[in-house]
Every structure is written in C-alpha cells, then in structure tokens.
C-alpha cells in the first residue's frame, strides 16, 4: 500500500462531499440521534482483548468489558469496579471489594470468582501480569464481593498492573469465559461495560454493533480518561470498516458517518476546511512507531543481522512516509522510550540512520543473502507505508527481501506463527502502540527479555529480565531512573524492536458532537449529539 496513491480521486471525493453529491441512505432524524456511526483505525478481525494485542481490538473491549481499576488522566490508579482494597502483611496480602450491584450483560452478577479467573487469564498474557503470577501463592474467594491475594513478596505497582490502560487491558469478563485458556481466542463478548456487543450484526471487514447495556452501573466519579463513570448517551453505536481513506473522509464530510479515529494526514487539510467537521487530539500523549524482528528464526536469530539493521533506520523517512510532511504531528526518538515519558534518552550513536553502515555491519556479521519476510497489511495507512520504507532501505542495503502484503488481520494471525519462512514464518512486522505503554519498564513488551513467553519476536534476554526485577524493587527513584536507562540502551543494542518515530493523531468527527474523553483509546462513553 503506497500513501500517495490512496490521494489518488481524494479531492475529488472530497469535494463531492462538500456538494452533498455522495450516495448513501440518510438515517431518520430519530436514528441519527441515537446512534453513532464510527470508523475505527483498522478492521475488527479479532475479538478477544487478551488474546491479542492489537489496539482496535483493545479499543473495542472497552465498550463492553470494565476494570477492576483505571488510570485517569492525571495517571493515577483509581478504584473502577472496585468499590476499594487493603494490603496487609507488608504489603504481601491484597483484599479488594467489589461495588455492590455489578451485572454482566448476561444478567448475572459479578462474582469475585469472575474478577479472579479474569485477572488470571490476563497475566498469563500480558508481561505485567506475568510478574505478578510469578510472585503469587494464592488467589482466595472470601463471599462474591470480596477476594484476596497472596503474595510471595510485596508488589508495590499491583494497582498499576490491574489498572494497565493498553494492551493487554486487565478486563472482567464471567468465570465461563475467564477459564478458557489465554492462547485460545473466545467469540463470545460478554462483560459488564456500558456497551453489549451484538454478535449477530457482526460481519468483519464490514460492521460491528453495539448497543447501550441499561444494566450498566457506573461508579460516582466524573469520566477521567480510562476511570470514572462511563455513561453511554447512545442507544446504538456502529463501527464501519472504511479501509480506504478517500472514501472514509468523504463519507465524513456528506455526513454519512459521525466519527473517523484516524484521518490520513494528508487529508488532514481537506477535513480542516468543513465547517461541519472538528479535529482533535484526544490522544496527548502519541503513539510510537515499531518494527518487531523474530528473534527465533533465521536470519534475525542472529543478532548482529538485527544490529546491522537498526543502522539503516532513518525515522524521518517512515514518518513522513505514513503521517505526512507536517511536522508539528511527529518527531524522532532514537530510543525505545518515547519522548515526553520519564525515560527518554537520545541513543543516536546506535542508530546512525544509514545505508552504507547497515552495508559494513550485513557484511561483519556474514549475511550471505539468506531471505527476510516482512508482513505487512494493505489496509492500514499508519502501518502500510512503515512496511514499504523497511523493504526498500534493506533492499537497498544488499538484503533478500520479500514483502508479504495482505489485510491486518491475516497480519496478526500470522505472526504467532514461530516456523520458518519456509514454512509460512515471518522475520518482521510493524506497528504502532501508545506512548505511555512504552514509556515504563513495567508495561512495555519491548523491554522484557521473555523468549518464547515473551511478545511477538520472542527476544530472549536473562540481562533484560534481571534489570527488570531491579527497576520494580529499586528502593529510590533515582535507583529506578539508572536502571531503566540501562534496561532501555540494552534493549535497544540488542535490537529486537527498530524504533521508528512518535506521531499524534488529529481524530475527525461531526461538530454536533460533544463530550469526548480524552485518553489513549476513543472511549465511546461521555460522547453525545448536541
């Protein structure tokens, strides 16, 4: 997928849409006021938020699932379904409480055995919680609003792992569902949010629908990004999966749909000149850009190939590649901490951002021409270009390179896959995560040294993991400061993630449209039609 040709007939288009001259069946004035029509980032090809860890999928979990705890705004844990919690014990016993009235969308209730089986099937996914099960000795059921848990040792950051805001999200979900295993996907969507999934409108790459759960409780306090009350002001919100974004703005600007997540960035200025259309960023804090390389399989099992390929990165080329010339929409981080977070430092002496190097390193490490596979989706415009530049820097570098393009969805089924390329494997993908997620050695996948229980590209790395442990237990926070920056620079030598750029996004929506919150996914609760 090249940017520039998805231009091609996009003034057109637009222009069109200004004229009211776009086809499509207009909605009853009383249908218009009570759904919403959105268009997501990328098509819902997958289901289950714990499953996967594709944003989209993330995004559509918080319609209808709900946390035991949320971070607001300000990036403080707060209680969610939790009516509150206690720790005794030095901090090795954790009692928590559920408010009183929570109902799943099935009609029964929200047990503590529900929140437990949930939050286990969760750390068996996620390597936040894969800390946490690695220092627990018991999970316990007091009565059906509260439950216990034991540790080994204290865990300072336990709120922050049951209120982590990114994939994976701790989300609840009943026992029935909660025990199926975390490397099997479910299809049944049933939580306790302020949103019912409807199965039967379901159709991947074309719609999904949810519609208001009256049953909903929400907590007192005001909606604070992924905390407080989440009032759903809609009786009815549809996803529409538009892949090409001409036809998406276009249908924006003629009023056909309500809400667009991600505009391309060089429609940007086309949206800017409606009068019926408002931009924002919702998202402050941005998202990073990635390559994730397969540290199992040849030829990036060897890391100086890995190396040699982070010289050829040169961020200024994928960003402009996948957000457009404007630069007041990204800016380059040589580091796998985004800029603006607390660890960010500029590693510039191990991403040098050129060919010829990339050139001497392929030739140091004895590159004999052994194949790469980069698989990368068509259908997604901030993912698609970053693909494209790789293929073509390597390519360029001397490198055998086959770039495997189809849908996102057949992306992210097929990078579980651990067999060759021969066998149908891959060496590398791209993708994009938030910046926050990144941003703590806590929650980011990039830093962790898990192997194969790690995340995609199964880097392996004891140092890692060890630097890990010391971060969580360090006793000051310049103690935690040091070895994060060494955690960080080790991470990015070893090179199993290429850092690519941080970008925000300017989402699109109808200026009847009030009440959004932000906060690092589109929250559908606050939103409502003035």
Known sequence: MNRRNLLKGAAGLGAAALAGGVAGPALAQNSRASTLRFVPQANLSALDPIWTTATVTSNHGYYIFDTLFAV??????????????????????????????????????????????????WASRDPFGQLITGITEEWKVVDDRNFELRLNRPFPALLEALGKAEANVPFIMPERLAKT??????????GSGPYRFVASEFNSGSRAVYTKFDGYVPCHEAPSAAAGAKIAHFQRIEWHIITDPSTAAAALLAGEIDWWERPLADLQPMLAQSRDVRREILDKAGRMALARLNCLQPPFDNVKLRQAVLKSVVQEDYMRAAQGDDQSTWNTMRSLYPQRTPYYVDQADLMPGSIDACKAALKEAGYAGQKLVIINPTDFPDIGPLGQVTADALRRAGMNVELAESDWGTVIQRRNSREPVEKGGWSMFHTTGGSN????????????????????????????????????????????????????????EEAGTLPLGQFTVRTAFRKDLTGFVEGSSPFPWGVQRS
């Not at 030095?90 to 099935?106: A, K, P, T």
């Not at 790395?461 to 926070?477: F, G, I, V």
Request: some cysteine; aromatic content about 8%; hydrophobic content about 40%.
């Open 181 to 190: 295993d975390g490397a099997t996907a479910i299809t049944e969507m049933v």
């Open 437 to 492: 997620l990144y941003g703590s050695p806590a929650t980011s996948p990039l830093l962790r040294g898990q192997g194969e229980k790690g995340w995609f590209g199964w880097w392996k790395s004891d140092r890692a993991e060890a630097l890990t442990q010391e971060w969580l237990y360090a006793s000051d926070a310049d103690a935690q400061r040091r070895v994060a920056l060494e955690l960080g620079r080790h991470a990015l």
């Open 72 to 121: 607001d705004a300000n990036n403080r844990v707060q209680p969610q379904m939790a009516e509150g919690h206690e720790v005794a014990d030095g901090g090795r016993l954790w009692r928590f409480r559920l408010r009183e009235g929570l109902r799943f969308h099935d009609g029964t209730p929200v047990r503590s055995a529900d929140c437990i089986a949930s939050v286990k099937r």
